[in-house]
Each structure stands twice: as structure tokens, then as C-alpha cells.
């Protein structure tokens, strides 16, 4: 059964940071590529982060550029998701997100989600 766990989330004051982990039970884990999207109520859900297979390659959207950073360990079969610098406007759930093949900021190409980790930045 393929599970992603976030872990991370919590509650931090405007200007701080929290890393955010998502553990995956996935065969060939370093078959795919992963991403982060966020979700705040009333809002659709939005593209935060992803990354390629290998690393290599990471594509983040405008609004988190130059504060974010997201990184995979394969060994670990573990995606991570720095946040810096963060707003109130960042308050979210936040779901990790596995495809198998490329790292997409589309989330209907996504094949498989975590349950999401609660994110409150407050002002």
C-alpha cells in the first residue's frame, strides 16, 4: 500500500522557518517526481515546489522563489520542503505528491498524495 506521510507542520511566527519531511512507502521511489502544493480554505489548491527524479531539476512557483527550497533523499525515500522567510499569506495545508516520471506543477498529474500537514504563520 503506497503511503506518503508529511510530518513538519505547526505553528510559527511571520519571518520564521519550518522544514517539512514527507516519508514515502513507494517501490522505485527514485522513479519519481515529487512535489508540494498547498491548500487554504476557500482557496483551490496551488503548486508550492517540485523535483525531478534525480534532483537535478526543481521548479517552485513565484510567490515562494527565493524563500523555499525543496530536496529528496532517495536513500531515505523522504522529500523535504525548507520554508523560509514565512508570511501569514504561506498559512496552508500542505500535501506532499508523487508522479511517476516527471516533476510537474499540474496537480491532476499526480498519482499519489499525502494526507497533508497543517502550516499557520502568524503576523
Known amino acids: 500500500q503506497v503511503q506518503l506521510v508529511e510530518s513538519g507542520g505547526g505553528l510559527v511566527q511571520a519571518g520564521g522557518s519550518l522544514r517539512l519531511s514527507c516519508a514515502a512507502s513507494l517501490r522505485n521511489f527514485d522513479s519519481y517526481g515529487l512535489g508540494w502544493f498547498r491548500q487554504s480554505p476557500g482557496k483551490e489548491r496551488e503548486f508550492v515546489a517540485a523535483i525531478t527524479w534525480s534532483g537535478g531539476t526543481t521548479y517552485y512557483a513565484d510567490s515562494v522563489k527565493g524563500r523555499f527550497t525543496i530536496s529528496r533523499d532517495n536513500a531515505k525515500s523522504t522529500v523535504y520542503l525548507q520554508m523560509n522567510s514565512l508570511k501569514p499569506e504561506d498559512t496552508a495545508v500542505y500535501y506532499c505528491?508523487?508522479?511517476?516520471?516527471?516533476?510537474?506543477?499540474?496537480?491532476?498529474?499526480?498519482?499519489?498524495w499525502g494526507q497533508g500537514t497543517q502550516v499557520t504563520v502568524s503576523s
Open positions: 505528491a508523487a508522479d511517476l516520471g516527471i516533476a510537474t506543477s499540474t496537480f491532476e498529474e499526480y498519482d499519489y
